[in-house]
């Protein structure tokens, strides 16, 4: 089992920056990829970015350049840096893991709210 906990969200001005953190725990050996993801009110669930255990990364387009995943393995963290904010940017932020590139995301944090106000 991993457990994931988000942190880092709150309310910041269009233009602005927030970094959001995703500290994981137990199994951490088994994970092969890690990414964020946000769902909107009255939206589906959007993928954001990803980052794998080679480091790999990519990004949805719609956060692209403004945003930056990476993680930290001493201290089991992902971080996703988010710059030029924009309201359309404000959802809750989810942290996801998963076992292999041949399964979905297994495990979820609980959320993160971020709000980008205008």
């Known amino acids: 089992q991993v457990q994931l906990v988000e942190s880092g969200g709150g309310l910041v001005q269009a233009g602005g920056s927030l970094r959001l953190s995703c500290a994981a725990s137990?199994?951490?050996?088994?994970?092969?990829?890690m990414a964020w993801y946000r769902q909107a009110p009255g939206k589906p669930r959007e993928w954001v970015a990803t980052i794998n255990s080679g480091g790999s990364t990519n990004y949805a387009d719609s956060v692209k350049v403004r945003f930056t995943i990476s993680r930290d393995d001493a201290k089991n963290t992902v971080y996703l840096q988010m710059d030029s904010l924009k309201p359309e940017d404000t959802a809750v932020y989810y942290c996801?893991?998963?076992?292999?590139?041949?399964?979905?995301?297994?495990?979820w944090g609980q959320g993160t709210p971020v709000t980008v106000s205008s």
């Open positions: 996801a893991a998963r076992r292999s590139s041949k399964t979905g995301y297994d495990y």
């Open positions: 137990g199994s951490i050996f088994s994970i092969y990829a």
